[in-house]
């Protein structure tokens, strides 16, 4: 097998440094010590990349905004992830933009790629804070290869989650996982090549790495 | 479920750890990112860089401080002390801090928190509350913000500037009590159990732990979401697992990956 190549796509969406050193340790983990990551703005490169990841943080409106502003680069993902079939991975907001909307102080389109709405997270118990910021547990919706063999449930390894809003799949087979805040709020979601976690894997230690290195992995 | 967070807290001065950490095996006890690794080691929930570097102009140090730990470890971390402007903000994101603590600038100017917020995100936006209590004995509980170190009164009621800043898009709160600061007598569980119930957002207890019982206390009488400390864990009096094991022992629910 040949090297591979990892495209972070950077949009100017907060520090991308930490994702691409989690991505690098867990290729050295996994024994995969010639992947080669890299942050890239280039659409040429995401288009032509083995593997495409999209991180994001902050408002919803302000990452679309800014994705649209790389000449291109939606061309080369939805290239990269649906004509060349290579394995996606959206993160935190960069999996947010996978819907079809976001409803964050104003409407804005999503990539529709897992259609359903990003709206706010509303828990039944009212002493429960947003944002769902902290530790939190997976349950499991259905079995993915991303979770493989990770400790979920209740006594399982935990994720690092910090947002305001969810995106709810309109076709639950969409929902790999969940966790569960006053209700189930969606934490993983895939279809086909296409996946994306609410929580941060480059923040979620163990449970991260390990997730991470089976994206990297991943044959979908 | 979501876990309650234990924080450890490391006073940063010219990129060297203030006093050192003591209970660590470190080659360098000094060098932050090697206090870092520890605690990510040990496990730690979060970490949180209080930058007390007089001058500005020696800010580089930091930063090289907070990239070389984010490198390092895989965890959230928290950068505050000296933040003035919406660059300034940017430039420790940059670095690889995951949230920034905003302390005299949002008092000075709360409409400062609204444009980091509408910037970088709520998620990212700490506002760090100092408050000394003012009321006295018999009188309606009652506390003020105080800035520089606890020296300087504002004026300005704590709950009142709680909700101010939440409303301007404060993501969470680090509320330190300048009265039980140093004094290992226990938070002031009064203030925190005030402010958290004032606010939406999650409160980070802060100030004045000496021992676990407070942690607990900090949680369950304060309502906060995370308890953060100093040095009960650098001075090796606690381990963060022992923490942990105290506070799940007493009902909590903690993160017990490791």
């Given amino acids: 097998m040949s090297a591979e190549t990892v495209a972070i796509i950077d949009y100017g969406s907060g520090n991308l440094h930490s994702a691409a050193k989690a991505f690098e340790r867990a290729a050295r983990e996994a024994g995969l010590d010639e992947t080669r990551i890299v942050l890239t703005s280039e659409a040429d490169t995401v288009a032509q990349a083995d593997r495409v990841v999209l991180p994001g943080v902050g408002a919803y409106a302000d990452c679309r905004r800014g994705l649209d502003a790389v000449p291109c680069m939606v061309e080369a993902m939805t290239h990269a992830a649906h004509v060349r079939g290579r394995p996606f991975l959206g993160i935190c907001v960069g999996m947010q933009l996978l819907a079809t909307r976001g409803l964050e102080h104003e409407t804005t389109a999503g990539l529709g790629w897992i259609p359903g709405d990003v709206g706010p997270i509303q828990p039944t118990d009212p002493g429960l804070k947003v944002p769902h910021m902290g530790w939190n547990t997976l349950a499991i919706d259905r079995p993915h290869a991303l979770l493989g063999d990770i400790p979920t449930g209740d006594g399982g390894l935990h994720a690092y989650f910090v947002h305001s809003y969810a995106l709810s799949p309109e076709r639950m087979e969409d929902r790999v996982a969940h966790s569960d805040y006053g209700g189930a709020v969606t934490a993983m979601v895939a279809r086909d090549n296409v996946a994306g976690t609410q929580f941060h894997p480059e923040k979620s230690q163990r449970l991260g790495l390990a997730l991470l290195a089976n994206f990297l992995r991943w044959r979908p | ?258």
Avoid at chain 2, 16 to 26: H, I, N, P, S, T
Avoid at chain 2, 27 to 34: L, N, S
Avoid at chain 2, 107 to 123: I, L, T, W
Wanted: hydrophobic share 45%; glycine share 12%.
């Fill in chain 2, 1 to 258: 479920m979501l876990k309650t967070r234990i924080i450890p807290c490391l006073d940063v001065k010219d990129g060297r750890v203030v006093k050192g950490v003591q209970f660590l095996e470190l080659r360098d006890a000094g060098d932050p990112v090697e206090a870092a690794k520890a605690y990510d080691a040990a496990g730690a929930d979060e970490l949180c860089f209080l930058d007390i570097t007089a001058s500005h102009e020696d800010r580089g140090t930091l930063l090289d401080v907070v990239s070389r730990t984010a490198e390092a470890c895989f965890m959230p971390l928290t950068v505050g002390g000296g933040i003035r402007t919406v660059a300034d903000i940017r430039t420790l994101l940059l670095a690889g801090a995951d949230k920034v603590s905003i302390n005299t600038a949002a008092v000075n100017d709360p409409d400062f928190v609204a444009r980091g917020a509408e910037k970088f995100g709520s998620q990212c936006i700490v506002v760090a509350i100092d408050a000394k209590r003012t009321s006295g004995p018999g009188e309606a509980l009652e506390w003020q913000i105080f800035t520089h170190g606890g020296r300087k009164p504002t004026g300005i009621d704590a709950i009142a500037f709680a909700r101010t800043v939440t409303a301007r898009g404060a993501g969470e709160l680090l509320v330190t009590s300048m009265d039980r600061d140093g004094m290992r007598s226990g938070y002031d569980i009064g203030l925190t159990r005030a402010i958290s119930d004032a606010v939406s957002v999650p409160v980070i207890a802060s100030g004045g732990v000496g021992g676990l019982d407070d942690l607990v206390a900090g949680v369950r009488e304060g309502g906060a979401s995370a308890v953060l400390a100093a040095s009960i864990f650098h001075f090796g009096q606690h381990t963060v697992s022992e923490a942990k094991a105290h506070m799940a022992a007493a009902g909590l629910s903690m993160r017990l990956d490791l």
